[in-house]
């Protein structure tokens, strides 16, 4: 009896406890039925506000970014859907690009981000306050600031300690040699003087266009000349110190190569399109370019068999024909007005962010064959010539800005023009760097 009395005790025990279990669960369903109160309703975002922004960049033309630019323009507009974005373009090419820039500046229509050059042609806008510092910004966000290669920011410092422009590609310059050409006439590649003048006199008779180049926009020829008979001292200094004597043997060599029949007969007519064209095609040896140059030769013959060499050091200069032109010129600059923007400061952050993420830079990057601004970037897709390109930067002793960078525009706009003055013997190399340095002089009053 005593067996089955507990049997029958832990039975109601246990049948206890379940039927306590289901009230439990019956007032926790009740609960639960319950109307929240409005405090504990789940709070609606805010839609956000929709914002247009303007972008002005020369990744236009036939630009070989161009493209890859759009699409990450596109892919920023696809993630927020209330921000606009005008891309507003013209060809590096097209010399109105500089002036569209100056007056938009100096009008109250600066673009929202401006991707432009640093150094001299941005430190009239830098100084008149257009642009902000990207100093607290770059500080605010460690994670996208370390990011980047070190050395690509430090290129973008302006002279008053601030970096004001954030990289996107960095660019290196040199001869772009078609060693097809050169083996069908027996000709070694120019890596020396001799052996470029004896391409060019060999090239010349036979009807071949030896390097390709306008007198006009003659930027290159003048950055590699003066580079070649100066050395990296002497060119970084532009007309600072005085006239660098080497100077005028840079443009004395320029005449020597155009009386060995250098230059395309209508060098005078001419713009960097064109030379760029006529190397494209097949139709000239060499050219004088940077490093987004060789994404817009198309024709196989062409980029299959393209090198890039440094430009040969002169007899008589202090170059070594190992330094280069190159670095990181340009970046993106944020107005100051839009900073100031309430509706629009963090929009054109964050899409300044996104358009020097290491994504975007390294798409970029293949496309027009520049040096990445980011670290940690594969370049593995990249073209032969491109590769050879970054080697060629690896290697360099020295990476100079071009004179450009270094002397007022209107200055070198007096150097641009003495080319064609020098090679048809109407100026001295002499006479024209004077009133160059006369104009850089009284800029700087």
């Not at 600066?110 to 510092?133: I, M, R």
């Not at 032969?384 to 800005?401: E, I, K, W, Y």
Request: hydrophobic fraction near 40%; charged fraction near 25%.
């Amino acid at each position: 009896m005593k067996r089955s009395s507990l049997i029958l005790l832990s039975m109601m025990v246990v049948f206890a406890m379940f039927l306590a279990a289901c009230g439990k669960a019956e007032e926790k369903n009740t609960a639960s039925e319950q109307p929240k109160t409005e405090s504990e309703k789940p709070k609606e975002e805010a839609p956000k506000k929709d914002v247009k922004l303007r972008v002005f960049s020369t990744f236009g033309g036939t630009d070989a970014a161009r493209e890859a630019f759009q699409a990450a323009i596109d892919d920023f507009v696809s993630k927020n859907p209330n921000v606009k974005v005008e891309n507003d373009t013209m060809s590096a090419n097209d010399d109105g690009f500089r002036t569209k820039v100056n007056t938009d500046m100096n009008s109250g229509n600066e673009p929202d981000l401006l991707f432009y050059f640093v150094g001299a042609d941005a430190q009239g806008f830098v100084d008149a306050g257009k642009v902000v510092s990207m100093n607290d910004i770059l500080d605010a966000n460690p994670e996208w600031k370390a990011g980047f290669n070190p050395t690509a920011l430090e290129n973008t410092r302006m002279q008053d300690g601030n970096i004001y422009a954030i990289p996107l590609t960095g660019y290196y310059e040199g001869l772009f040699v078609n060693k097809k050409i050169f083996a069908d006439n027996n000709l070694e590649l120019p890596t020396d003087w001799d052996k470029l003048k004896t391409a060019v006199s060999t090239l010349s008779k036979k009807g071949i266009i030896p390097l390709a180049a306008p007198f006009d926009q003659s930027h290159y020829v003048i950055e590699h000349f003066i580079l070649s008979a100066a050395g990296a001292k002497g060119h970084d200094s532009g007309l600072a110190n005085g006239i660098d004597p080497n100077w005028e043997k840079g443009y004395a060599a320029m005449k020597e190569l155009y009386d060995l029949g250098a230059f395309p007969k209508d060098a005078a007519t001419i713009d960097l399109s064109m030379a760029s064209n006529y190397y494209a095609e097949g139709k000239a040896a060499m050219i004088i370019e940077g490093s987004w140059a060789s994404g817009a030769w198309k024709e196989p013959a062409v980029i299959d068999n393209t090198t890039i060499l440094p430009f040969p050091a002169m007899p008589g200069g202090v170059g070594t024909g190992k330094e280069i032109i190159g670095g990181y010129g340009s970046g993106f600059y944020l107005s100051k007005a839009t900073y100031d923007n309430a509706d629009k400061k963090d929009a054109a952050i964050e899409l300044l962010k996104h358009m020097t993420s290491k994504d975007v830079i390294e798409k970029i990057s293949l496309a027009n064959g520049g040096l990445p601004a980011a670290a940690g970037v594969e370049t593995k897709g990249a073209t032969q010539v491109a590769n050879d390109g970054f080697a060629l930067a690896a290697g360099a002793p020295s990476v100079s800005r071009p004179i450009d960078n270094v002397v007022a525009p209107e200055t070198f706009s007096t150097l641009r023009a003495g080319v064609q003055a020098v090679v048809t013997g109407k100026k001295s190399p002499a006479e024209v760097l004077k009133e160059a340095k006369e104009i850089e002089d009284a800029n700087k009053k």
